[in-house]
């Protein structure tokens, strides 16, 4: 051999380390960080709501009705102005940012677990159980979900509990797709082939072989039916069949404004435009996610 | 009939990767004239696939081609439109890919794909272009040919599925034909069958056709020139009969004895193997770039390389005047 | 072919006989329907006679037998609020809902198709961006407030469009951009990335080399395959669109199928809510049995297998 020739790909070789070009694709990840820190800020101003809210959200004052808000007019006492019944806006709002994110994060909980357990069951055991699973969320599928949700709620009567678990019980549709399919492709890995060998039992299989390696996909998907959820809480208190009034949700404000959209607009576009931040951000959080934990997947 | 059709010139293939550019074909030259068989060999990754693909317009905007010339019958490809090229696609000149089991559209039946391009560039109707369809797809050795025509692709094994893509090069009649190692996703046993009969078909139809490959057998039997490719250089071209009769170039020399020859190569005698990998190509690459495989190597081979030429169209570019021949007798 | 085609008929017919199972038993959450029609002022003697014309009174699967043999006739009972024939009631409101539903996503076709290919053509472009803000975007939008965004927009600002009514297509037009936009952002990423996959196959290749044109090889070669997928999402989409017409129609005051439910959950008009509930499945079920074998269909190794 004679001599040979730097190659400029060697040098790549020292490069970052995988957890580095993680670190580097989240911080790269535009929507991921925009999406989390929004979600982050909203979040500390729900915990922290009754330190944040100027006043109570609960008490009216009916000699302070529809006041608007600052940039149209109002006063610093009110800076988002008052709704029908006198009551703070701004307050109402930040107290409705508990609402929604309570509920996102319920509701994403409990059809999670029962998606979950439908999906990896049906993917790691396939045949029959795959076969049931299958059919369940066929007609899940098939059930039009704002419609059911709205009669079961009707009939056990609105609130903020019978809300969650409706939404829980409805939505666990897609967890239940996305992890049977991950589910499946771990299944094939030689890893879970020499658990199998070494005699591991099915629970220890799934919980140290299959579960971490599908956690991923899980994270993406709990994101975007916690914003799901969010939107269906919202359109059901909208619609009023949802959270019942005096609770503070965003949709309901909505649709108490609406009467009065003709002359007061912004008192359905301002509760309306922070539902969909809130939603959007999430949705960019979960998108990021996936792009950044799974780039080859991207699509 | 000896006009020359194809004439290249200084050949370059640029592609823009993460660390630079990526230097995959470096000033190639050769040319080709009317009915005549031009063999392009040389290992994968050696440039053979992207410098077919050039020529026939059909890499990506993010490749940069350049070439001092790169005519085709008058028309310089690289400077040509779009539009000439797709009338010139197809039309006067066309392509057979290596995969047949994807290169075929599985949305649309044989007979549409086999119709389209002679739909597109000739004045005939539905009728002629399907009566040619048949005609060819018996000329290619298929049978019930007319009942083939509203099959789709994957009802046809892979052997059948390169014969209609042959046949679907040859629907207008071209000029020049670029097979692009045309039978090497298929079985060994077709492989020989597929390929005479593509250079029947060629040689019958006075076609001119550059058939990529890295079997030198094939080439041995069926090329009247040759071009070997390596990491991007042409490192040696001639006539058929010279090259394999005198090969002057250390690498061409390696690669014939990788092939065992009929009265050369001893029963039970190893056959020969070329050590190394082809070094990357991103960056500047000056000097021989075979250097760092070649046993020949010497420190000129870092500097400029010369082409040397033994005979009237054959070349080759070496330090070595001669080829550097005597060890090449040792070794025999 | 045609035993896929039975064989999802059967699929099809075992998860309409589960749902129409499940919008019937909606009946019974409420514990005793007969206190829940007779009303709050009821005596105990009313609840008992209401029971027993109702036939409430008879074990739960005798009375689903009877329902569901009932409704396969086309007879889904008697609404409470309207003392109507709930299934001539549906029947008067289903083609406003069809309409709008058809016309949604037609909308959302011809909006997402077009910009998925223009934005795989030429990914990372100015065009696969806006495309890409547009599906997060739209993913995110509370479908209510835009809706009434809309209004205030075009009904009440520039009093382009009437805010409510079915009487002329301009009526239509809010309406079916809310209801459309929904579908949009799927639709659109999923031709975007079939595009994607299909336009680097070899086959794509082919068609370059014999010399077809842009537009040819993009729409003859390309999108005929990249849009097989996308046919099933729309019949699925559709079927969730008519589900989700309900808030539309609600915003809109379009007296369709969906404002009837909304009507009938509001008033506990149980019968109309669960025959309404079984036909809006029956619909999902229907359109994905059509998406499939259209799809088989569309696919010709599924057609000839």
């Known amino acids: 051999m004679a001599n040979t020739t730097v190659d400029p790909l060697l040098e790549d070789i020292t490069g970052p380390t995988p957890g580095q070009m993680l670190r580097r694709r989240v911080f790269g990840h535009q929507g991921l960080i925009i999406g989390a820190v929004v979600v982050a800020v909203l979040l500390v101003i729900a915990l922290l709501a009754p330190v944040l809210a100027p006043h109570d959200p609960y008490v009216q004052n009916l000699a302070m009705r529809m006041k608007p808000p600052v940039f149209l007019g109002g006063t610093w006492e009110h800076p988002l102005g008052t709704d029908h019944l006198g009551r703070d806006y701004l307050s109402r709002l930040i107290y409705g940012a508990r609402v929604s994110l309570l509920i996102g994060v319920v509701a994403a909980t409990i059809s999670g677990a029962i998606g979950t357990a439908m999906g990896v069951a049906a993917g790691y055991f396939g045949g029959r159980v795959d076969a049931v699973v299958t059919f369940l969320v066929n007609v899940r599928l098939a059930m039009p979900v704002v419609l059911v949700a709205l009669a079961v709620v009707a009939i056990l009567g609105g609130s903020l509990t019978v809300v969650i678990v409706v939404l829980g019980l409805l939505l666990w549709d897609r967890f239940a797709v996305v992890m049977r399919a991950s589910t499946r492709q771990v299944r094939r890995r030689e890893y879970v082939a020499a658990a199998q060998a070494i005699g591991a039992s099915t629970p220890r299989i799934l919980l140290t072989e299959i579960m971490p390696n599908v956690l991923n996909n899980l994270i993406v998907v709990v994101t975007l039916e916690m914003a799901h959820a969010i939107l269906l809480e919202a359109t059901l208190s909208f619609l009023g069949l949802g959270v019942q009034p005096p609770t503070p949700s965003w949709g309901l404000m909505v649709s108490e404004g609406k009467n009065m959209m003709l002359f007061e607009p912004w008192l359905v576009l301002i509760p309306g435009a922070v539902l969909f931040v809130l939603v959007l951000a999430i949705n960019l959080m979960g998108d990021?996610?996936?792009d950044v934990t799974a780039p080859e997947n991207r699509s | 009939m000896s006009e020359t059709i194809l004439n290249v010139k200084g050949l370059t293939i640029d592609i823009p990767v993460g660390g630079g550019t990526l230097h995959a074909v470096r000033g190639i030259d050769f040319d080709l004239k009317r009915g005549e068989v031009l063999c392009i060999v040389g290992e994968s990754g050696s440039g053979k696939s992207l410098t077919s693909l050039a020529l026939m317009g059909l890499l990506g905007k993010r490749i940069k081609v350049s070439a001092e010339q790169a005519d085709f019958d008058g028309t310089a490809l690289l400077q040509a439109s779009p539009r000439e090229m797709r009338s010139l696609r197809g039309a006067?000149?066309?392509?057979?890919?290596?995969?047949?089991?994807t290169s075929l559209n599985p949305a649309y039946t044989i007979g549409d794909q086999l119709m389209e391009a002679m739909l597109l560039h000739r004045q005939v109707s539905r009728a002629e272009a399907r009566a040619r369809a048949v005609d060819l797809l018996e000329k290619v050795g298929i049978t019930a040919a007319g009942s083939r025509l509203g099959q789709y692709p994957h009802q046809l094994s892979g052997g059948l599925r390169q014969r209609v893509m042959i046949a679907m090069a040859l629907m207008c009649e071209p000029e020049l034909i670029i097979a692009d190692e045309p039978t090497t996703a298929l079985d060994v046993t077709i492989q020989a069958q597929i390929l005479r009969l593509l250079v029947d078909l060629v040689r019958e139809m006075g076609m001119a056709m550059i058939l990529i490959t890295h079997d030198l057998g094939v080439v041995a039997?069926?090329?009247?020139?040759?071009?070997v490719m390596y990491a991007g250089e042409l490192v040696e071209t001639g006539a058929a009969a010279e090259v394999f009769?005198?090969?002057?170039?250390?690498?061409?020399?390696?690669?014939?004895?990788?092939?065992p020859q009929p009265g050369k190569t001893a029963r039970g005698a190893p056959l020969g193997t070329i050590p190394g990998i082809v070094p990357s190509l991103v960056g500047e690459v000056a000097g021989c770039v075979f250097r760092t495989r070649c046993d020949?190597?010497?420190e000129t081979c870092r500097g400029r390389i010369p082409r040397h030429g033994p005979g009237e169209t054959h070349s080759f570019r070496c330090v070595h005047e001669t080829g550097?021949?005597?060890t090449e007798k040792e070794r025999v | 072919m045609l035993q896929f085609i039975l064989r999802r008929l059967g699929l099809a017919l075992l998860v309409a006989f589960t749902v129409s199972f499940i919008s019937f038993s909606l009946l019974f959450l409420a514990g005793d329907p007969a206190a829940a029609l007779a009303g709050e002022t009821a005596s105990g003697e009313d609840i008992e006679a209401i029971r027993r014309v109702y036939g409430f009174d008879r074990p739960m699967l005798v009375q689903y037998g009877d329902w569901l043999f009932a409704a396969l006739r086309g007879d889904f009972g008697e609404s409470y609020y309207f003392k109507l024939p709930v299934a001539s009631l549906i029947a008067d409101r289903l083609s406003v809902t069809m309409l709008l539903g058809v016309c949604g996503i037609t909308f959302a076709l011809l909006t997402a198709v077009p910009l998925g290919v223009l934005a795989a053509m030429r990914p990372n472009s100015i065009i696969d961006r806006i495309a890409l803000f547009l599906s997060v975007a739209g993913q995110a939008?509370?479908?209510?407030?835009f809706g009434l965004i809309l209004i205030v927009l075009f009904a009440i600002q520039l009093r382009w469009l009437p805010v409510s009514g079915t009487a002329t297509w301009a009526h239509f037009v809010m309406p079916t951009i809310v209801l459309g936009y929904y579908a949009m952002p799927a639709i659109m990423r999923l031709t975007r990335a079939g595009m994607l996959e299909v336009l680097s196959s070899d086959y794509i290749r082919t068609a370059r080399a014999k010399g077809a044109s842009e537009l040819r090889v993009m729409f003859r070669h390309a999108l005929r395959n990249a849009i097989i997928p996308v046919v099933s999402l729309a019949a699925v989409q559709m079927g969730f669109m008519l589900g989700g017409s309900i808030v539309v129609e609600s915003i809109f005051a379009l007296h369709g199928a969906g404002f009837l439910a909304w009507e009938s959950i509001s008033r506990n008009d149980l019968p109309t809510v669960q025959a309404l509930i079984l036909i809006f499945s029956m619909f999902y079920i229907v359109f994905t049995f059509l998406a499939d074998v259209l799809n088989a269909w569309l696919d010709p190794r599924m057609r000839s297998s």
């Open chain 2, 324 to 326: 550097a021949k005597a």
């Open chain 2, 245 to 259: 009769g005198a090969p002057m170039h250390p690498y061409t020399r390696g690669l014939l004895r990788c092939i």
């Open chain 2, 221 to 227: 039997r069926v090329a009247d020139k040759v071009a």
């Open chain 1, 288 to 290: 990021g996610l996936r």
């Open chain 2, 296 to 298: 020949e190597a010497v």
């Open chain 2, 92 to 101: 006067r000149m066309s392509m057979i890919f290596q995969e047949p089991m």
């Open chain 3, 141 to 145: 939008l509370p479908s209510f407030w």
